[in-house]
């Protein structure tokens, strides 16, 4: 078996690799590395310096013939969204759509497509589960919705067999602090710096924290569970920033002098996914508790 994943050597792709490569899969990575490094890839990796939006994709498929694909690669900020609506378009849908096509000119037995709990926006119940109305508030949860459809409309009239995962807020070793997504790793990196936390809004919005290594997992269920189903993956659990914060000072051992400023626009108040369906189809569940993944996450910061 070979597996394809792109933006393997990002955040959430990186821990995946390695899930695959500890259980003896062949894999191959693909990825811009605009915001991926390629030391995050292991050496005995395939690795295409490349961006999946360019045609030409299909040489890759031609030479590696994977039988599954693991799509990670996204723009994957709110708030870049929202000020580049064309990029994140063109990042997420367009890209998506090469994707496809190649799977299916190159007989892609199945893809795993990294979707999240922006696709809901503001929830009208919590926990959110995969019936709720679809209402994405910023234009990076309606790319990702888009990319959904398109890999729906693939299985419908080609037979390409599909699970789209839906991330709460992934976070872990290696989460890039300087962008705008990945509240964790920003809080963490600016309590190292002895720079002030800032908080968008008054602290009270509540988020559900999912670690990246039980991500990678359900990634690797996915190859012979919930075949053309869409499943949360989530803690099933949710948290304030402010008590999110609170905890990570805490454990660092640190006093903040946090910020707040004006909420943002595209962020949603409540974020807080069910999990039961993923338990269901994927036989799935967390195993690492939200505190746990935070002293693994900042024992990361402190060896980098």
């Known amino acids: 078996m070979k597996v394809l994943v792109t933006g393997g050597a990002g955040f959430i792709g990186s821990h995946i690799v390695e899930f695959l490569l500890e259980n003896n899969i062949d894999t191959v990575v693909v990825d811009n590395l605009v915001t991926g490094h390629k030391y995050n890839i292991p050496s005995k990796v395939a690795f295409y310096h490349f961006d999946i939006r360019d045609p030409n994709i299909d040489k890759i498929f031609m030479v590696e013939k994977p039988d599954f694909v693991i799509h990670q690669a996204a723009q994957v900020s709110v708030q870049e969204s929202v000020k580049q609506p064309f ?39 919590l926990p959110i589960d995969e019936k709720h109305d679809l209402n994405p508030v910023s234009f990076y949860g309606l790319s990702k919705l888009t990319s959904e459809a398109y890999i729906q409309l693939f299985a419908k009239l080609y037979g390409l067999k599909y699970t789209i995962l839906r991330y709460s807020n992934v976070y872990g070793a290696r989460q890039n602090p300087d962008g705008e997504a990945g509240v964790i790793s920003i809080f963490m990196d600016r309590l190292f710096k002895n720079d002030s936390p800032i908080i968008y809004g008054d602290g009270n ?45 805490n454990l660092m051992k640190i006093e903040d002098k946090r910020i707040y400023k004006e909420e943002r626009p595209g962020d949603v108040i409540h974020s807080y996914l069910s999990n039961d369906k993923a338990k269901k189809y994927l036989n799935w569940q967390p195993k690492c508790s939200l505190l746990k993944g935070l002293e693994e996450t900042i024992s990361f910061f402190y060896k980098e």
């Open 87 to 125: 990029y994140d378009c063109s990042e997420n849908v367009m890209a998506t759509v090469n994707i496809l096509q190649a799977c299916i000119k190159y007989n892609v037995k199945k893809i795993i497509y990294a979707s999240t709990a922006a696709v809901y926006g503001n929830p009208q119940y």
């Open 205 to 249: 919005q509540t988020r559900d924290f999912i670690f990246v290594k039980d991500v990678a997992h359900a990634n690797f269920l996915a190859f012979r569970n919930a075949d053309n189903q869409i499943c949360n993956i989530s803690s099933n659990q949710q948290i304030s920033v402010n008590e999110l914060l609170d905890t990570i000072c």
